[in-house]
């Protein structure tokens, strides 16, 4: 006999929206796997009872989907408080745009820097500046440290949008562009927030401040905990 999907809180219907919406939280990837789990305990132990549960629910229909909006209710408080929402420690973690990715790997590959010398402290200011002006936005263009030299900042068009790239390159062969792009046009990220993501064997990591997106893209080498230490680095200054 098929059951009520208005009368069952473990109605396969209901559990899959609810597990649609917490995949859509952006939430740490530890919180939205406990909840998970505590999900998934809560069923199992429910179980043996379906059949009494069944009977009460039937006698009060609402009871289901008021327990069903229980538990979106103490989720959401949850990743609010965790995510950093109300004050909380822990970063927002926000989700790259596929093709914003994309151009930007796409754009770092075909730039080829590894000839040109480097450029000196005063040099990076000057262009740092000028970028700036041009775009109406504060480009950044950073000594990196840890054996990183900067070759080159400019424009590039990333994904329909004129925003700036400052390369990198090491000793190693590796090299590294730190994007300059204007979240508020592109799409809107809170400010805070942060990247981390592997496209097409490309580390990116970034951050979000003042309507803008700080993303750097590595080479296939380069490591995506060295990139994220430089892209933390940079966001703390």
Same mark, same amino acid.
């Given at each position: 006999?098929s ?25 740490? =990837?530890?919180?939205r796997?406990?909840?998970?789990? =505590? ?18 629910l ?20 949850a ?15 926000a ?9 930007m ?7 080829n820097? #590894?000839d ?30 840890d ?11 990333? #994904? ?9 390159t ?10 300059s ?23 990116? =990591? ?5 309507a803008?997106?700080?993303c750097a ?14 892209t933390?680095?940079l966001?703390?200054?």
């Amino acid at each position: 006999m098929s059951q009520d999907p208005t009368n069952s809180f473990d109605d396969p219907t209901l559990q899959a929206a609810l597990r649609s919406a917490l995949g859509r939280e952006r939430a740490p =990837a530890d919180l939205r796997a406990r909840i998970s789990a =505590a999900l998934d305990e809560v069923q199992a132990s429910v179980a043996p009872h379906r059949a009494e549960r069944r009977l009460l629910l039937f006698r009060s229909p609402m009871m289901g989907l008021a327990a069903a909006a229980l538990v979106v209710i103490v989720v959401g408080l949850a990743i609010k408080f965790y995510g950093g929402g109300s004050g909380g420690g822990t970063k927002l973690v926000a989700v790259l745009p596929k093709p914003i990715a994309e151009a930007m790997v796409q754009v770092h590959d075909s730039t080829n820097v #590894n000839d040109n010398p480097t450029l000196a402290a005063n040099d990076a200011t000057a262009r740092q500046k000028a970028l700036s002006t041009e775009l109406g936005y504060a480009a950044i263009v950073p000594a990196l440290g840890d054996g990183w030299s900067l070759k080159d900042a400019k424009t590039a068009d990333i #994904n329909g949008f004129k925003s700036a790239q400052a390369t990198y390159t090491r000793s190693d062969g590796q090299s590294i562009s730190l994007f300059s792009i204007p979240a508020n046009k592109a799409y809107s990220p809170e400010d805070g927030s942060t990247y981390e993501m592997s496209v097409d064997k490309h580390a990116i =990591a970034g951050f979000v401040r003042n309507a803008t997106m700080y993303c750097a893209v590595g080479s296939e080498g380069v490591k995506m905990d060295d990139l994220k230490k430089l892209t933390d680095a940079l966001s703390k200054s």
